[in-house]
């Protein structure tokens, strides 16, 4: 098993500029979160799904827009990147939430905006 | 909200020895669980833990939570041990919700051969 899958791994991106990240997992699991990570501020929830279809906001939504049209993906947008989300994003997937939500990460994406 | 402090920050450890993490958190929970995120970046689910004790190989957890903690033990430490270990914690007034965890700082573990 893949387990989850994130691309791209690495990106360069100029101020305004457009892009998605794309997460795959292949547990069959329910539920999917995009997370960011910065020095010193630990993992932050962006954004999360409970199931296909659904999208909720998490800690830091601003400038990020997500999508789960299959179960087994959730795509991350940036519609105008900005310097300050130069990150590490990291998608996750657990089958349920709560009494056995474990989190399965992927390797992260690293994404640097000029 | 709640707050989850790790410590030690940081620790230096010589290949062989044994360390405790520990992870404090500011309310009752029911939704704990340690990463290790290794050097490169790769962020792997140890533990589960809410309550009680579980052991896997060289590492264990325990969580307290009637006292908010919860300590990892890594016992006989090898330098594939290095890295960041991560608490996480979602509050039981949100039914420890995943989607409610709250990350710790972290401990960076550094294991010397």
């Known amino acids: 098993n893949a387990g989850v899958t994130q691309t791209p791994k690495f990106r360069v991106l100029k101020t305004g500029q457009s892009m998605t990240l794309l997460c795959a997992q292949d547990?069959?699991?329910?539920?999917m979160y995009w997370y960011r990570q910065d020095p010193g501020m630990g993992l932050r929830l962006i954004h999360y799904?409970?199931?296909?279809?659904?999208?909720a906001k998490g800690e830091v939504p601003d400038g990020y827009n997500v999508s789960r049209l299959k179960k087994q993906n959730f795509l991350l947008g940036l519609e105008s990147a900005a310097p300050s989300q130069t990150s590490v994003y990291f998608c996750?997937?657990?089958?349920?939430?709560?009494?056995?939500?474990?989190?399965?990460f992927g390797e992260g994406s690293r994404l640097t905006v000029l | 909200g709640i707050q989850v402090e790790q410590s030690p920050p940081d620790l230096i450890l010589q290949e062989g020895a044994n360390s405790t993490l520990r992870c404090n958190f500011s309310?009752?929970?029911?939704?704990l669980q340690w990463f290790h995120q290794n050097p490169w970046g790769q962020l792997i689910n140890l533990f589960y833990?809410?309550?009680g004790t579980k052991q896997n190989g060289r590492l264990s957890a325990t969580t307290v939570a009637t006292e908010r903690y919860s300590l990892l033990y890594i016992s006989s430490s090898q330098t594939t041990d290095s890295g960041v270990y991560f608490c996480?914690?979602?509050?039981?007034?949100?039914?420890?919700?995943?989607?409610?965890?709250?990350f710790g700082t972290g401990t960076l573990l550094a294991v010397q051969p």
């Open positions: 996750a997937s657990s089958y349920s939430d709560g009494g056995t939500g474990e989190l399965f």
């Open positions: 547990m069959n699991h329910e539920y």
């Open positions: 799904s409970v199931g296909e279809g659904t999208t």
């Open positions: 309310d009752s929970v029911n939704n």
């Open positions: 833990i809410p309550s």
């Open positions: 996480a914690v979602a509050p039981m007034n949100y039914g420890g919700a995943t989607n409610k965890l709250i």
